[in-house]
């Protein structure tokens, strides 16, 4: 199943941005609260669910990951590793270029800041368990 959204220029294709090996993917009815440049993923039973939200290439952009699993989680990601980085969590904020990913307690979140330089996927995964992969994809489209 694919929902399709157009939004200040940019395509969204939800039903393809977070796909779990192991089911569908799930996406919240609560638009309102997210704006551009801010995407939410909850982690729950060991999948990436993701509830709403628009990035946009070149514009400052933030990922909200919520685990609610009772378990340690991962979050890695080859773009983590190529630009700029704002990571706040309970315990602080860290910074820097370059960072391999991040490990969310259970039951904590984090926020990534950051500025995509350039459409396409960003691919993430759970290295600490490796049947959780997402994926959200980056499109700019300019009105011809």
């Not at 993923?41 to 514009?59: M, S, V, Y």
């Not at 378990?71 to 630009?83: A, D, K, N």
Request: net charge neutral; with cysteine; aromatic share 10%.
């Amino acid at each position: 199943m694919r929902f399709v959204q157009w939004t200040m220029g940019v395509l969204v294709i939800t039903g393809c941005l977070f796909f779990p090996l192991s089911s569908y993917p799930r996406a919240s009815a609560s638009p309102a609260k997210h704006k551009p440049g801010f995407v939410e993923i909850q982690i729950r039973n060991f999948i990436f669910e993701f509830h709403g939200g628009l990035l946009k290439p070149d514009l400052p952009a933030t990922i909200l990951i919520k685990n609610l699993d009772k378990t340690q989680h991962g979050f890695t990601s080859p773009l983590l590793e190529e630009v700029e980085v704002r990571v706040e969590t309970e315990s602080g904020i860290s910074y820097g270029k370059g960072i391999r990913g991040v490990y969310i307690n259970p039951q904590q979140e984090i926020q990534i800041h950051f500025t995509p330089l350039r459409e396409g996927n960003l691919t993430f995964r759970c290295d600490l368990h490796p049947g959780m992969k997402g994926e959200l994809l980056m499109l700019s489209i300019e009105a011809i």
